[in-house]
């Protein structure tokens, strides 16, 4: 994996704390900015497609799939009714 260097301005107490926990856990300051944005960017990308999907099944069902959810909510109505609690 090819590496490159860049230079960033953060603020001092995030400059700090950052040294702090890397210290910690034993590893680089660039490793442990490098697991941070790893992990920011892979929540980021699930956001958007958590907002994708979301958007999927907003839109209003076509009228064949209004059909097949009046089945549906039909069957589980009496399933849940037929439940003992």
């Given amino acids: 994996m090819t590496q490159t260097k860049t230079a960033i301005s ?3 107490d995030l400059y ?3 040294n702090a926990i890397a210290n910690e856990m034993s590893i680089p300051r660039s490793q442990l900015i490098a697991l941070a944005l790893e992990e920011f ?3 980021y990308r699930n956001r958007n497609l958590r907002e994708k999907i979301n958007e999927a099944y907003a839109t209003t069902p076509m009228p064949d799939e209004k059909a097949s959810l ?3 909510r ?3 109505k009496k399933l849940a ?3 003992e609690w």
């Fill in 41 to 43: 960017i892979q929540r």
């Fill in 74 to 76: 039909s069957h589980q």
């Fill in 16 to 18: 700090e704390e950052t």
């Fill in 10 to 12: 953060i603020r001092k």
């Fill in 81 to 83: 009714k037929d439940e």
């Fill in 70 to 72: 009046e089945i549906i």
